[in-house]
């Protein structure tokens, strides 16, 4: 079994998210949202099928136009059993760090969230790796899960972030022919800590790179690793799904 631990399952990503998630048959998603327009969507996604679940969150690219209703409604969500986690939330200052004061303060909110209802945090960081670091030692408490989406930092803040407690989410980005970094880290660090995802619909993976991604697409990052640490291709899916179950605290009979 696979097990895909950040996708975007949007009716506007694809045109029949239906066939989408029929190519993951008897294999797991967990969709994430970035705003909170599309929380009811995931809701029903999540009701609808046995191998959905959802974490929902309000993306700092939303920090200048959120509401406090949208917090109310987000909270409101993290009590359906389907969704295990908030996310994904954090930091990013790629285009523009004039609003770093309301980013951190709304990153810090849903943290808080998190701590409340013991969900687990899937955290977005894009040239903001330190600031986020600060705030995860600082505001979430040792009993609460956390996820890096689509790591992209150093192996030295990989180890700090690993010392907190913190999962590293390995994606698409890792089969990319031009990048290092990233497969140091994996053959660097132990397989306890990785969870595969694919980002769907972006960062598609090699071969099928400049096409849209999909969830199935997660068999070749795990094919990656297991060419990078020299592990069967079995032994990749069977100890990334074992850690997502655990990260996520999935109840599931598939």
Do not use: W
């Not at 030692?137 to 010392?163: D, P, Q, T, V, W």
């Amino acid at each position: 079994m696979m097990i895909d631990t950040h996708c975007h399952l949007s009716k506007e990503d694809y045109e029949d998210v239906e066939k989408i998630i029929k190519n993951m048959e008897n294999n797991i998603m967990i969709v994430s949202t970035a705003s909170p327009s599309e929380i009811d969507e995931i809701i029903e996604l999540c009701n609808q099928h046995d191998n959905i679940f959802g974490t929902i969150g309000i993306h700092p690219e939303f920090a200048d136009t959120y509401t406090k209703e949208d917090l109310v409604k987000l909270e409101s969500a993290l009590k359906n059993p389907k969704i295990v986690g908030i996310g994904e939330i954090g930091l990013d200052y790629h285009y523009t760090k004039e609003n770093k004061e309301i980013q951190k303060e709304l990153f810090i909110t849903q943290i808080k969230l998190a701590n409340k209802y013991n969900k687990t945090l899937v955290i977005h960081s894009r040239d903001a790796i330190e600031d986020t670091y600060n705030i995860i030692r600082e505001y979430k408490n040792e009993n609460i899960k956390c996820n890096m989406h689509c790591y992209s930092g150093s192996l030295e803040m990989a180890k700090k972030f690993i010392k907190l407690g913190v999962v590293l989410g390995i994606g698409g980005v890792l089969t990319f022919k031009n990048e290092k970094k990233l497969k140091e880290i994996v053959s660097s660090l132990d397989m306890e800590n990785f969870i595969l995802e694919t980002d769907s619909p972006y960062l598609t993976p090699e071969p099928f790179r400049g096409h849209k991604n999909e969830p199935a697409n997660i068999k070749y990052v795990a094919a990656k690793i297991s060419q990078l640490k020299g592990i069967e291709y079995t032994k990749v899916l069977e100890i990334t799904t074992q850690n997502a179950i655990r990260q996520f605290d999935l109840n599931t009979k598939l």
